[in-house]
């Protein structure tokens, strides 16, 4: 069995991750999971209205996550909710796998696909949102 060598920072995002925990009453929880690995994530985000340039957006309030995955899963589950905290849902939606693996300082590849799963709970939570 190889080893997986994991960066600085995603071992900072694991031993300590940022917004871990439930909102409650969330506007909306975003979920994904890989069957093949076991991975699972759930955001729950608050969505509130700013005004941004003279006109009226929704913005991420608050996020927080649940993860039930290896220290990748949980590293990039913590990066995310740094990275949309605060933004407008439409910047929010641009936030990609790549976006997230370089803000960690990379992934082995073996584990590239939990920032998949971190943007696809995202996507989720937005595409909840827009029903």
């Known amino acids: 069995m190889s080893q997986v060598i994991y960066s600085k920072e995603v071992i900072k995002h694991f ?58 899963a949980i590293a990039t589950s913590s990066m995310i909710t740094d990275l949309v905290k605060g933004q407008p849902l439409e910047v929010a939606a641009k936030v990609t796998k790549a976006n997230i693996a370089e803000s ?8 590239l696909h939990c ?7 995202l996507h989720d939570a937005i595409k909840k949102l827009k029903k």
């Open 104 to 111: 960690l300082g990379g992934l082995p590849p073996i584990k």
């Open 115 to 121: 920032s998949v799963l971190a943007v696809e709970a």
């Open 15 to 72: 031993k300590s991750p940022h917004n871990q925990g439930v909102i409650k009453n969330p506007t909306v929880v975003g979920e994904s999971g890989n069957p093949l690995c076991g991975d699972m994530m759930k955001l729950y985000l608050k969505i509130d209205k700013k005004k941004v340039g003279g006109k009226e957006v929704d913005y991420i309030k608050d996020i927080k996550f649940e993860t039930l995955g290896c220290a990748a």
